[in-house]
């Protein structure tokens, strides 16, 4: 489902370009597929306070609540994660995962802040019974941070499936929202929601 490269990466700001798209369908996008490349990196001076962090273990921070490290490891190795959002939001092998941290993290935000910002309900109490009736101990016994994004995942893909999302409110939510991740990941570029590599100009 995914496109791969550069060629990816063009079709998203070809789309963020046109303007026009419809402001659901853009966060959708982020969910679905996130930026499409994991550009290597390097440690380097942030460009602004926002990208920079004091603590050592923070990844990001958004909607009032810190991605740490331990819990962006558990997104990447957990095993559901792998299989919910391997058919759309990440690209190849599980074990072609860890490279992908960028992708995770843009996703982790987004649901972040839309349930904070109250955009959108994704407490989803009848996605997590479904997902612990798919996955029982599997899902029971991940940690609250994985549980949270596939719970949330879920929420907004029903809601989203079925029409119930306030498309404005998504949109102004995601785009205005104020987002830290460490300049070891990329930057935060609230128009494309997405934690994008430093240098792009998407």
Request: glycine share 8%; aromatic share 4%; with cysteine.
């Amino acid at each position: 489902m995914l496109p791969r490269g550069d060629a990816g990466r063009n079709d998203s700001a070809g789309r963020h370009a046109r303007g026009g798209d419809d402001a659901v369908a853009i966060v959708a996008a982020v969910i679905r597929r996130t930026l499409l490349a994991l550009c290597a990196v390097a440690a380097m001076v942030a460009l602004s306070s926002c990208s920079t962090f004091n603590r050592a273990d923070s990844v990001a921070v958004a909607g009032g609540s810190t991605l740490h490290r331990d819990g962006l490891s558990q997104l990447l190795r957990n095993p559901i994660v792998q299989n919910a959002l391997q058919n759309g939001e990440l690209d190849g092998a599980q074990a072609e995962l860890g490279s992908q941290a960028d992708r995770i993290i843009s996703i982790w935000i987004v649901l972040n802040v839309i349930d904070h910002s109250g955009a959108a309900d994704l407490s989803g109490t009848a996605e997590q019974a479904a997902l612990t009736t798919k996955y029982a101990a599997d899902f029971t016994s991940a940690s609250p941070t994985v549980q949270q994004l596939l719970t949330r995942y879920a929420a907004f893909v029903s809601q989203r499936q079925a029409g119930t999302l306030d498309q404005a409110k998504v949109s102004a939510a995601v785009t205005s929202a104020k987002v830290h991740v460490d300049s070891r990941y990329g930057r935060w570029d609230g128009a494309q929601a997405s934690v994008v590599p430093f240098g792009s100009n998407a």
